[in-house]
C-alpha cells in the first residue's frame, strides 16, 4: 500500500498537526474519518497487482543503432479495472541517454477479465546480450488516493549485434570480385590461379599470357586467361587482448576489427572462399567453423555479438598453437591485433615463422586518426610537443609494421572507417596475386 501525491495534498489542505502528520498516514487517516473512508474505498476498488498475468512478445535481436521492439501482454484477471503505472526495466545500456524514464514507463488502463498490450521501444548503445530486469506496477482506485504495488518478472533477451557499417563497401567490392573472377571483359592473371579460356592478344597483355602452342596453330597470337582460384580457407582471427579494449573514437579498437572482419567474410564467402572465425586471448572467446557460405555470415554476427576486450595479455603462443590447429591445411590467417611494439616484438614475432611457414599471413590493425591530427598541430608550444609524441608513435608503428612485412606478413594500417574496405582490397590483391 503506497500514499500517494493527491493524499497527501488533502491531508495538508485539512491543517493537520505536525504531530499527527509524523506519525505516518495511520495518524492522519485516525484524524480525518472522511479522508479515511474515502482511501479505504479507494484501496479497495485498486485492482490486485500480483494476480495480474504477463506475457512478452517481440524482437530478440537487433543490430547496434537499430531499435528493438519489445511487446508486453497485461492480462487483468479481477473484476476490477486496473488503473496502473508501468514501468519495464531494462540495463542504463539498452536506451540512449537521457530517454530512459520516458521509453520505459506506461500508463495503461485494462477493463475486468481484459488484457492490453504495450510496447517498450529500446535503443541499445552496447553490444551484446540485454535482459530484463523487472516489471514494477503501481495500482490505482477510481480516485487516485492510494495504490497497491508489486513487482513481476518476465524474462526476455534482446541481443544486440555488430553494426556492420562497412557493409556499403560490399557492392563496389563484389564489382571488382566479379573482374577477377572473368565475369567482365576485365581478366587478370596471376601465379597459382586457375586457367579460364583463350583470346586473341592485344597490346598491353602480360606477354607470359601468351599460349605458344594455341599460337601456332592459329594465325593470331593467342593469350590464357585466368581466374582466381576458389574454395580457399580463410581463417579470420581476433586478438581479444588487452590492445583491444583502447578506444578509437566512441568504441573499442575490438569493433572496428569485427567490422573489417564482417566486410572480408561477406566478399570471400561470395567468391566461393571458406570462412572460419577463431576470438583469442589466454583462451577461446568464439570459434565458428564449417558454415556454408549461405550461413557464415550470420554465425560470425551472432558469435561477435557477445565477444568484449578482456583486460589480459594476450597468450600469442596459445594463439598461434589454437590458430594451427583450427587451420590444417594452407589458409590464408587474417590476424586483427595492436601494431604496438610491445607486444608485436615480445608476443608475435618469435611465433611468427610457425603460422608463416604454413599459411599466408595478414595483419590488420586499427590506428588512431587522433594520433595524425596531433602530428599535423602547430601554433604554440604545447601543440609543437604534441606534434613531435605523435611523429615517434607513427615512426614506432611503421618500424613494426616493416618488422612483420620483412618476414613475409602483409599489413594493414588503417583508420577504423577505413580498415574495413582496406582490408577488402588487400584479400583481393592476394587473390589476384595468386596467394591464397
Not at 487517516?29 to 485492482?47: G, I, Q, T, W
Not at 508486453?72 to 530512459?100: C, F, I, K, M, Y
Not at 561477435?304 to 589454437?322: D, F, S
Request: include cysteine; hydrophobic fraction near 40%; aromatic fraction near 4%.
Amino acid at each position: 500500500m503506497a500514499l500517494t501525491g493527491r493524499t497527501a495534498l488533502l491531508a495538508a489542505l485539512g491543517s493537520l498537526p505536525v504531530g499527527i502528520w509524523d506519525a505516518g498516514w495511520a495518524g492522519i487517516l485516525a484524524v480525518n474519518a472522511p479522508l479515511a473512508l474515502a482511501c479505504a474505498c479507494d484501496f479497495a476498488l485498486a485492482a490486485p497487482v500480483r494476480r495480474l498475468g504477463l506475457t512478452r512478445t517481440g524482437d530478440t535481436s537487433a543490430r547496434l543503432g537499430d531499435p528493438a521492439d519489445i511487446t508486453l501482454t497485461v492480462t487483468n484477471p479481477s473484476r476490477r479495472p486496473l488503473r496502473a503505472h508501468l514501468r519495464d526495466a531494462w540495463p542504463p545500456s539498452s536506451w540512449q541517454p537521457g530517454t530512459e524514464t520516458e521509453a520505459s514507463r506506461h500508463h495503461l488502463t485494462v477493463p475486468p477479465s481484459e488484457r492490453r498490450r504495450i510496447t517498450t521501444r529500446l535503443h541499445p548503445t552496447r553490444r551484446g546480450d540485454h535482459q530484463t530486469d523487472r516489471i514494477t506496477i503501481r495500482s490505482y482506485g477510481p480516485l487516485g488516493l492510494l495504490s497497491r504495488q508489486g513487482t513481476h518478472k518476465v524474462p526476455w533477451t534482446v541481443r544486440v549485434l555488430p553494426a556492420f557499417t562497412s557493409r556499403k563497401h560490399l557492392p563496389s567490392k563484389l564489382a571488382r570480385l566479379r573482374e577477377l573472377d572473368g565475369r567482365t571483359s576485365v581478366l587478370t592473371r596471376g601465379e597459382g590461379t586457375e586457367f579460364d579460356s583463350l583470346r586473341e592478344y592485344v597490346p598491353g597483355d602480360d606477354t607470359r599470357s601468351i599460349d605458344w602452342r594455341a599460337t601456332a596453330r592459329h594465325s593470331s597470337v593467342a593469350v590464357r586467361t585466368w581466374r582466381p582460384e576458389r574454395d580457399r580457407h580463410i581463417l579470420l582471427v581476433l586478438d581479444t587482448g588487452r590492445t583491444s579494449a583502447g578506444r578509437v573514437g566512441d568504441a573499442p579498437r575490438l569493433d572496428a576489427s569485427m567490422d573489417a572482419a564482417l566486410l572480408l567474410a561477406a566478399l570471400a564467402s561470395r567468391a566461393g572462399d571458406r570462412v572460419d572465425l577463431l576470438a583469442y586471448d589466454r583462451r577461446v572467446r568464439a570459434l565458428v567453423q564449417g558454415r556454408t557460405a549461405r550461413d557464415v555470415l550470420p554465425s560470425l554476427v551472432n558469435a561477435m555479438a557477445t565477444l568484449e576486450p578482456e583486460l589480459v595479455e594476450t597468450n600469442a603462443r596459445g594463439l598461434t598453437a589454437t590458430a594451427l590447429r583450427t587451420a590444417p591445411r594452407r589458409s590464408l590467417i587474417v590476424l586483427m591485433t595492436t601494431l604496438d611494439a610491445a607486444p608485436v616484438e615480445e608476443g608475435l614475432l618469435p611465433v611468427l615463422p610457425q603460422l608463416t611457414q604454413r599459411h599466408t599471413v595478414l595483419v590488420a590493425s586499427v590506428a588512431d586518426p587522433h594520433i595524425a591530427q596531433m602530428a599535423a598541430s602547430r601554433g604554440n608550444a604545447e601543440a609543437v610537443y604534441e606534434a613531435a609524441a605523435a611523429a615517434q608513435a607513427q615512426t614506432e608503428r611503421h618500424r613494426t609494421a616493416d618488422q612483420l612485412r620483412r618476414h613475409g606478413v602483409t599489413v594493414v594500417d588503417a583508420t577504423p572507417d577505413q580498415l574495413a574496405p582496406a582490408l577488402a582490397d588487400a584479400y583481393l590483391a592476394l587473390k589476384a596475386a595468386g596467394r591464397l
